[in-house]
T-cell receptor
Framework: DSGVTQTPKHLITATGQRVTLRCSPR?????VYWYQQSLDQGLQFLIQ???????AKGNILERFSAQQFPDLHSELNLSSLELGDSALYFC??????????????FGEGSRLTVL | QKEVEQDPGPLSVPEGAIVSLNCTYS??????FMWYRQYSRKGPELLMY????GNKEDGRFTAQVDKSSKYISLFIRDSQPSDSATYLC??????????FGAGTRLFVKA
């Protein structure tokens, strides 16, 4: 158990809909990362938050947004969903900026299926 | 060109075989190199971590980095069916962004 909690584990929805994925980082970790994993694209970095502020952005679509709350949990919002958004969405956390070594602790992921 | 290239496999070997998994990377500034293991329906977990060039051994696993050729390897000795998983190489150079390879699916047959 990595200590990172993600909900929901599975989600099935229709095109055009909006969903919210939730992540609670490991106790003490200030950074939260969101990754998308699909069969043909591997693990793609979406966005990172550190102590409530956005720190880095990857290949995140404009239809997607995220935030990190004062209690350090994070939410990834996906809107106007398309079939191609079907994927595993992982949240990961790491230690604070001074101790960052590249090691990430991943949750078990949220599997999104868009029909 | 992707920053980290990894053959997705799948790679199928008999139990007891030596497995070699490889990645190449493009940015010579990368200094930290990692191997993550991902079991089916699970999140990736850190397996090996190395800094700069050289070898690091942990039990049956050896991670090797050759910065001159921008090549990273993971060797698994005496492979077991429980080693069947996807192995992702990763690197980090700063900016809090860990970059992953596509992952290689490994099957170890009993």
């Amino acid at each position: 158990d990595s200590g990172v909690t993600q909900t929901p584990k599975h989600l099935i929805t229709a095109t055009g809909q909006r969903v919210t994925l939730r992540c609670s980082p490991r106790s003490g970790d200030l950074s939260v990362y969101w990754y998308q994993q699909s069969l043909d694209q591997g693990l793609q970095f979406l966005i990172q938050y550190y102590n409530g502020e956005e720190r880095a952005k990857g290949n995140i679509l404009e239809r997607f947004s995220a935030q990190q709350f004062p209690d350090l949990h994070s939410e990834l919002n996906l809107s106007s969903l398309e079939l191609g958004d079907s994927a595993l969405y992982f949240c990961a956390s790491s230690v604070g900026s001074s101790g960052y070594t590249g090691e990430l602790f991943f949750g078990e992921g949220s599997r999104l299926t868009v029909l | 060109q992707k920053e980290v290239e990894q053959d997705p496999g799948p790679l199928s070997v008999p139990e007891g075989a030596i497995v070699s998994l490889n990645c190449t990377y493009s940015n010579s500034a990368f200094q930290y190199f990692m191997w993550y293991r991902q079991y089916s329906r699970k999140g990736p977990e850190l397996l090996m971590y190395t800094y700069s060039s050289g070898n690091k051994e942990d039990g049956r696993f050896t991670a090797q980095v050759d910065k001159s050729s921008k090549y990273i390897s993971l060797f698994i000795r005496d492979s077991q069916p429980s080693d069947s998983a996807t192995y992702l190489c990763a690197t980090y150079t700063g900016g809090f962004k860990t970059i992953f390879g596509a992952g290689t699916r490994l099957f170890v047959k009993a």
